[in-house]
C-alpha cells in the first residue's frame, strides 16, 4: 500500500486552494477570450447562453474532476489508473497531457505578448498613433522571429520557476499574492472604463440582451468556451484536485471557483466595452480587440498609457497563474508515474512545450505558409484544444463520474470527514445525463459532424 497524503505535497489552507484553482480558471481566456467572442457574438445575449453553459456543465464537471484527483491522490493519468484498473479509462488522462501540451505552447505565446505590451505601453508607443498603426505595429510584432520567441521563453522560465517550487510554496504561494492583485487591477480599470462620457452604451452591450443574436453556432461558441475558462477537460482540477484536504466541501470549491472566474470575466467586460463604444470603435474585433482596440482606447484617454500598463500587466498575471496549472499536470504525472525529480520533470515539461511554442510563434511570421490542414501551426493548436482534446477529454470524465463510478463511491468521496453535500441528487443528474449530451454536441459541431 502506498500512503500518498503523507507523501504529497498539498495546498495548505482553503484560501490557497480557492486562490490556487481560481488562478488556474481566470486567465487570458477571461481577459483576452470573452471580451473578444462576447463582441463577435453580439454582446449580453451571449452572455446569458454563457452564463447557462456554465451552470450545466462547468459546475459539474469541475466537480467531477476535484473528486477524481481527490478520491485517487493522483495525477490526471494515474488518478483513472488507480480508480479504474485494469480498464482503458486512464486514455481519458492520456487526453488531458495532450492538451496540457498543446494548449501552454500556444498560451506561453500570447502570455509573452501581453509582456512585450506591458513594455510598448510603458514606453508611451502608442502615442500619436493611428489606429492602422497601432494595428501594424501588433502584426509587426507577433510576425517577427526573434522578440516574441523571446517573451515566450521568458514568460515559460518564469511559469517553471513558480512551479519547480512545488504546491505549498510554489503554487499556492505566489497564487495567493496574485489574485488578490488582479482583483484591484481590474476594479481600478472598471472603475476608469464606468467613469468615461458615454460607457452606458458599452454597458448596455453587455448587459441588454438581444435575442435575435442568439444562433446554434454562438450556443456552441459559449459552451466551447465554458471549457476553456473554467480550465476543464483537461485534467488541471483533477491534478488540483488532488492536493485537496479531505475536510474541504468539493462543491462548495467549485462553486465558489465558478462564480469567481464568470465575475471576473464580466469584470472584463465592463472594463473594456465601455471604453471601445465610448471611442466609437468596433466592437466586433475579434482576436486583435485587446492588442490593438485597446492601445487604441488608451491613447485617447488621459494618463492612458498608465492604464495601459495596468491592463497588460493584469493579462501578464492572470496568464501565469493559468500557466502553471496547465504545466503542473504535466509535471505532477512525471514526478509520480515516471518517477522523476521535481526539478527534472519541471524542466524537461517547460522546454518541450517552449519548443513547441516556438514554432507557434514562428507560424506567425516566418512559418506563416507552412500550413497544416488550412491553418498555421498556432491556429491547429487552437483549433485542436478547443473543438477536440477539451470536449472529448470533458466527455469521458463526466462518463466516467456519472456512469462508471458507483453512487456510493462518489457520495462517500463528496462527504468525506462529514462534509455535507446537499447538491448531491441535482449534480449526479448533471454529470449523468445534461453535461455529457450538451458536451457531445459541442464535440460533433467541432469536428464538422453536426
Ligand atoms: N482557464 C484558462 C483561461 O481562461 O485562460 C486557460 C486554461 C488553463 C485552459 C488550464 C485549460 C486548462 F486546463
Same mark, same amino acid.
Given at each position: 500500500m502506498d500512503k500518498p497524503s503523507l507523501q504529497r505535497d498539498s495546498f495548505g489552507?482553503? @484560501?490557497g486552494v480557492i486562490a490556487a484553482a481560481a488562478g488556474s480558471a481566470i486567465g487570458l481566456g477571461n481577459i483576452w477570450k470573452f471580451p473578444y467572442i462576447t463582441g463577435v457574438y453580439g454582446g449580453a445575449a451571449f452572455i446569458v447562453v454563457y452564463l447557462i453553459c456554465i451552470a450545466l456543465i462547468g459546475f459539474p464537471l469541475m466537480l467531477s474532476e476535484f473528486l477524481v484527483g481527490r478520491k485517487s491522490q493522483k495525477n490526471a493519468i494515474g488518478a483513472f489508473k488507480k480508480l479504474a484498473p485494469g480498464t482503458p479509462w486512464y486514455l481519458t488522462g492520456w487526453i488531458g497531457m495532450a492538451a496540457a501540451f498543446v494548449v501552454l505552447s500556444f498560451y506561453g505565446v500570447v502570455a509573452g505578448w501581453c509582456m512585450e505590451y506591458i513594455v510598448k505601453a510603458a514606453a508611451n508607443a502608442f502615442a500619436g498613433q493611428s489606429p492602422g498603426q497601432i494595428g501594424g505595429m501588433f502584426g509587426a510584432f507577433i510576425s517577427s522571429a526573434a522578440?516574441?520567441?523571446?517573451?515566450? &521563453?521568458?514568460?515559460?522560465?518564469?511559469?517553471a520557476w513558480i512551479v519547480v517550487a512545488g504546491i505549498k510554496d510554489g503554487i499556492e504561494k505566489y497564487s495567493k499574492v496574485l489574485m488578490p492583485l488582479l482583483l484591484v487591477l481590474i476594479i481600478i480599470l472598471d472603475i476608469r472604463a464606468i467613469t468615461l462620457p458615454g460607457a452606458e452604451k458599452g454597458l448596455a452591450f453587455l448587459f441588454k440582451p438581444d435575442w435575435s443574436k442568439i444562433t446554434g453556432e454562438? &450556443?456552441?461558441?459559449?459552451?466551447?468556451?465554458? @471549457?476553456?475558462?473554467?480550465? %476543464?477537460?483537461?485534467?488541471?482540477? &483533477?491534478?488540483?484536485?488532488?492536493? +485537496?484536504?479531505?475536510?474541504?466541501? %468539493?462543491?462548495?470549491?467549485?462553486?465558489?471557483?465558478?462564480?469567481a472566474d464568470t465575475f471576473i470575466a464580466l469584470l472584463a467586460g465592463v472594463a473594456i466595452f465601455p471604453a471601445v463604444f465610448a471611442f466609437g470603435i468596433e466592437p466586433g474585433a475579434g482576436p486583435s480587440l485587446v492588442f490593438i482596440t485597446l492601445p487604441n482606447v488608451f491613447q485617447h484617454m488621459p494618463y492612458g498609457h498608465i492604464f495601459g500598463v495596468l491592463f497588460f +500587466?493584469? %493579462?501578464?498575471?492572470a496568464a501565469l497563474t493559468s500557466s502553471i496549472s496547465i504545466l503542473e499536470v504535466v509535471v505532477a504525472y512525471f514526478v509520480e508515474d515516471l518517477k522523476m525529480s521535481r526539478k527534472k520533470a519541471t524542466l524537461i515539461a517547460a522546454l518541450i512545450i517552449t519548443v513547441i511554442g516556438v514554432f507557434c510563434s514562428l507560424s506567425n511570421g516566418p512559418l506563416a505558409e507552412a500550413k497544416i490542414l488550412g491553418l498555421t501551426f498556432m491556429d491547429l493548436l487552437m483549433w485542436l484544444s478547443d473543438n477536440l482534446l477539451l470536449p472529448l477529454g470533458g466527455l469521458f470524465i463526466t462518463l466516467f463520474v456519472g456512469w462508471y463510478m458507483k453512487k456510493s463511491s462518489v457520495a462517500e468521496e463528496l462527504r468525506s470527514e462529514g462534509v455535507?453535500?446537499?447538491? @448531491?441528487?441535482p449534480f449526479i443528474f448533471l454529470t449523468k445525463f445534461v453535461a455529457p449530451i450538451l458536451i457531445a454536441l459541442v464535440f460533433l459541431k467541432g469536428i464538422g459532424l453536426l
Open positions: 489552507s482553503r @484560501f522578440k516574441p520567441v523571446l517573451w515566450q &521563453i521568458a514568460f515559460m522560465g518564469l511559469t454562438a &450556443i456552441l461558441a459559449a459552451l466551447g468556451h465554458a @471549457f476553456f475558462s473554467l480550465s %476543464l477537460g483537461m485534467g488541471t482540477m &483533477i491534478t488540483y484536485g488532488s492536493y +485537496i484536504h479531505k475536510k474541504e466541501n %468539493l462543491g462548495e470549491t467549485a462553486v465558489q471557483v465558478t462564480l +500587466i493584469l %493579462l501578464a498575471v455535507k453535500a446537499g447538491y @448531491f441528487e
